[in-house]
């Protein structure tokens, strides 16, 4: 017996043979009528620029929505999506037929592409035209399989027959940008929904939540609808365009609204607020009244409010409004805000809010007077020391008129502002200026109500001491009278403090001594009314605060015969 041939043979009954592939097929055939390898329509699609849904599938299927047994369409065209298996030639053949017959496609081909992963099976798509009527499409296969869909030609979109706008919300004239306005109107009995436009009065495409009342609550065959839309940002006079859609969502007829309305984008506005103080001042006091003065622009209205610092007296709606208040005489009020203005315009219901503050200053400044780093005293150089004096005040102080000092020793530059309770200005100690303890005087400082303040707490400060210095010590002569002029130094400047002098001589460290007494390594200060202008003057005096430095060591200011001995001084702080 013979297990395997070398070919394949269309009767394998013949002895010792074996049965090809058709064979086998067509006996399959003939054992079971009703095989053959199938074909199914697995999806309805739009052809064109419609919809298509309202999917229906074959039963006991998994998954349960593959095989498509039909579809509605609100286009004449969609598009068929197969699958079929192979027969006995292996690749099927594809003809699609319809009932009523196809105007255009009736008896075409299907082209087929093979599955990636089942070689036995094929994919194809057809797009039908011209379908104007409910058709049922059939696909035929060369294995003998057939597979059908009904494609129900749904009617077109509803109709809207009128609808208007409005009211406006509340009270007003005119709507505004993102306000909600109503429409109401009447529409065929199978619209499901409404779709504002983004046209004319309305904001961007909107399907909006929409009221529908009974069926044939606006006569036979219409029903009436309510729905709103977004206000958009246009000015003028517009309409409102929508369109009904079914439960497909198949758009009917393009509306425009029976009415339109004033679109109002114009927001109040509050210009050139200005409040005028009495007498130039910069807040009010006691009784004094404030006139506040601004411009209203796009505003049919405006009101106004207060807060307990200040007392409205009078206040009257205009194009430019004018208030007047005083103060309430219940404490200072110099931050935050006291008065609110509040603009509006009717039309469209806006507003505009401007808060300022009226100052109110019934306290009396007190000032006080410092200099940075607290200094004990002020020392003086030739061309002068200089020291900042800071002005400072507890409550804020005018800038028009700022505030005003004077020194009994030393110089002051101009007066500068460093914030609205501090001022400053600089000291300057030179040499010439009188030493001792002194009181700044002239003091002046204005408050903003007009309080003019003309006292300061710490006006005190000493001068004394001054810069380091080295000079010359004159050449020593032994003759009569010239002597103590060998032995005397002008320092330049009168001497605050003998105790705090730091004097070397050509280096050497000298120590002081309150008299002119002859000692070594030591010095004095001598009357600075002596002058030393006689040479043959021999009397020295003690003066604490001269200003001639004098050698009480002989034999070291009778050393300086060259004229080359220096002397370097100065008094500390």
């Known amino acids: 017996m013979k297990f395997y041939q070398s070919t394949s043979v269309d009767n394998p009954n013949a002895p010792e043979e074996i049965a090809n592939k058709e064979y086998v097929d067509s006996k399959i055939g003939e054992a079971s009528g009703s095989f053959a390898a199938p074909v199914f329509i697995t999806d309805v699609t739009n052809g064109g ?11 006991g299927t998994v998954p349960a929505n593959v095989i498509v047994t039909e579809a509605t369409t609100d286009d004449n065209s969609v598009t068929i999506s197969v699958m079929a298996e192979g027969g006995s030639f292996y690749s099927p053949q594809l003809i699609v037929r319809g009932n009523p017959a196809l105007p255009f496609n009736e008896g075409d081909n299907i082209p087929l592409t093979q599955d990636s992963h089942d070689i036995r099976t094929f994919h194809g798509q057809i797009t039908l035209s011209g379908i104007d009527t409910t058709t049922e499409v059939t696909i035929e296969s060369s294995t003998g399989s057939t597979a059908s869909a009904n494609i129900i030609r749904a009617a077109d979109g509803p109709t809207v027959v009128n609808f208007n706008i409005g009211p406006y919300p ?61 206000v958009g940002s246009l000015t003028g006079e517009f309409t409102v365009q929508i369109q009904a859609l079914n439960q497909l969502g198949t758009a009917g007829n393009n509306i425009q609204s029976d009415n339109a309305i004033f679109l109002d984008q114009r927001v109040p506005q509050i210009q050139n607020v200005t409040i005028e ?66 603009a509006r315009r009717a039309d469209n219901d806006t507003e505009t809010t401007v808060s300022v503050l009226v100052k109110v200053v019934d306290t009396v400044p007190t000032l006080t007077l410092s200099i940075a780093g607290n200094p004990t005293r002020l020392t003086s150089s030739p061309t002068g020391e200089q020291y900042t004096v800071y002005i400072d005040s507890d409550l804020d102080l005018d800038t028009v008129v700022p505030p005003s000092i004077s020194a009994p020793s030393g110089s002051l530059s101009s007066i500068t502002q460093v914030n609205s309770k501090r001022w400053q200005t600089t000291l300057t100690v030179e040499d010439i200026n009188p030493r001792g303890v002194f009181d700044f005087f002239n003091i002046s400082a204005v408050s903003l109500s007009g309080v003019v303040v003309n006292s300061a707490q710490n006006t005190s400060y000493t001068v004394g001491g001054f810069s380091e210095r080295t000079l010359a010590v004159p050449l020593f002569d032994t003759t009569p009278g010239d002597e103590i002029v060998g032995r005397t130094v002008d320092m330049g400047v009168e001497v605050g403090d003998p105790n ?33 202008t006689d040479p043959y003057v021999q009397v020295a005096n003690y003066d604490p605060n001269g200003y001639i430095l004098y050698l009480n060591d002989r034999d070291q200011a009778g050393a300086n015969t060259t004229g080359t001995m220096t002397v370097t001084i100065r008094e500390d702080a």
Request: proline residues 2%.
């Open 277 to 342: 103080y009495p007498n130039g001042q910069s807040a009010i006091k006691g009784t004094e009244d404030a006139t506040i003065v601004f411009n209203l622009v796009d505003a049919t209205e405006s009101e106004f409010s207060v807060g307990n610092s200040i007392t409205m007296l009078s206040g009257n709606f205009s194009g430019s409004e004018l208030l007047v208040v005083e103060s309430a005489g219940n404490g200072d009020k110099t931050d935050g805000t006291n008065l609110t203005i509040t």
């Open 49 to 59: 620029d419609g919809i298509v849904g309202d999917k229906q599938y074959l039963a």
């Open 500 to 532: 705090k002098l730091n004097v070397t001589l050509s280096g050497v460290p000298l120590t002081f001594a309150p008299d002119t007494n002859d000692a070594a390594l030591t010095f004095t200060v001598v009357d600075a009314h002596q002058g030393f």
């Open 170 to 230: 509340g009270t007003q004239v005119a709507a505004r940008e993102n306000q909600q306005m109503q429409i109401t109107g009447v529409v065929d009995n199978n619209a499901e929904s409404i779709s504002v436009h983004d046209f004319g009065a309305a904001k961007g495409n909107n399907d909006a939540p929409t009221a529908f009342g009974d069926l044939n609550s606006a006569g036979a065959g219409y029903k009436t609808f309510t729905t709103n839309f977004t």
